[in-house]
C-alpha cells in the first residue's frame, strides 16, 4: 500500500514537471516568433517599387524640361549680343560706311559692310567688285582701299598717228616710234617737215617738238623759235590744256 502510494505520488511530480517544461518551451518559442523577420508582402513591395519609380522619372522630366528652358534663354541672349554688336556699338553705323566707300570706290557695294578687326582696329568691310574698302568703324576713316582701277585703254601706233594728223592739221608721216618722254612710254610722231608729236599710250597729246626757222604763225611754234632760235632745234612745247584746244578722240 505505501509502495503504490509512492509510485503516484512519483508519477504525479513527472508529469508536473514534464507539463512545466512543456510550458517553458512554448512561451521560448512563441518569444522567438515574435522577434523574428517579419514575413515580406510581394504585392506591397511591387506597388512601393513602381511608386518610387514613377517618382524618379518625374524629377527626371523636370530637370531635362529646366535644363532646356536655360539652354533656350543661353541661345537669344547670344543671338541679342550678336545683333547688338553690330547696330549702336560704334559712331559709325553700316549704312555710313557703305556710303564712303561708295564716294571713294565710284561703284555700289556687293552686299552689306561687315565688320571686322583691321589691323587692331573695328572697321567694316565693304566689298565691291574689283576688291574691298575698310573704313574705320569710329572714325569714317578709309583705312584700306584694295579696289584695283581698271587699266586705261592703250591705243596703236597707226592710232596715235592719226591723233598727230589731226592736232598738227596736215603733214606726212616720216616715223611713230615709242620713246620715253618725262619717265614714261610715249609714241613720238616724226613728220617729214621735222615736227614732232608726243602721243602717250592712252592717247594724249603731250607735247610738239617745232624746228627752227619754220615759217608758221602758229602760237606755240613762235614761242618755240623765240627761246631756241640759238640752237636750231626746239624742245618739245607742252600741249595746250583743254580750254585752250581740245585734242580729236581716238577714231576705232
Not at 591705243?155 to 592736232?167: D, G, N, T
Not at 618722254?181 to 603731250?206: A, D, H, M, Q, R
Not at 631756241?228 to 578722240?249: C, D, Y
Amino acid at each position: 500500500m505505501f509502495k503504490n502510494k509512492s509510485l503516484l505520488i512519483s508519477i504525479f511530480v513527472v508529469v508536473f514537471l514534464v507539463v512545466i517544461a512543456g510550458g517553458v518551451v512554448t512561451s521560448v518559442l512563441a518569444n522567438n516568433r515574435s522577434t523574428g523577420a517579419p514575413k515580406v508582402n510581394a504585392a506591397s513591395a511591387v506597388a512601393t517599387y513602381q511608386a518610387r519609380e514613377a517618382e524618379y522619372q518625374a524629377l527626371l522630366a523636370q530637370a531635362n524640361g529646366e535644363l532646356e528652358q536655360a539652354n533656350q534663354q543661353i541661345t537669344a541672349m547670344a543671338k541679342t549680343i550678336t545683333e547688338n554688336a553690330g547696330k549702336n556699338s560704334y559712331p559709325v553705323d553700316a549704312q555710313t560706311a557703305m556710303a564712303i566707300a561708295y564716294q571713294s570706290a565710284g561703284d555700289y557695294a556687293l552686299s552689306e559692310p561687315e565688320l571686322v578687326n583691321y589691323d587692331g582696329t573695328a572697321a567694316y568691310e565693304v566689298r565691291f567688285q574689283n576688291g574691298n574698302i575698310y573704313v574705320d568703324a569710329t572714325t569714317g576713316e578709309i583705312l584700306f582701299n584694295a579696289i584695283q582701277a581698271p587699266s586705261a585703254q592703250t591705243i596703236s601706233a597707226e592710232q596715235a598717228a592719226r591723233l598727230a594728223v589731226a592736232y598738227i592739221g596736215s603733214g606726212d608721216i616720216q616715223a611713230a616710234a615709242v620713246t620715253s618722254y618725262n619717265g614714261s612710254s610715249v609714241y613720238e610722231i616724226t613728220f617729214t617737215n621735222g615736227k614732232v608729236v608726243y602721243v602717250s599710250l592712252t592717247g594724249k597729246i603731250l607735247a610738239v617738238k617745232i624746228p627752227a626757222g619754220s615759217s608758221t604763225t602758229s602760237i606755240h611754234e613762235t614761242e618755240t623759235e623765240d627761246s631756241h632760235q640759238s640752237t636750231g632745234t626746239s624742245e618739245p612745247t607742252p600741249a595746250p590744256t583743254e580750254e585752250q584746244e581740245s585734242g580729236p578722240e581716238v577714231d576705232d
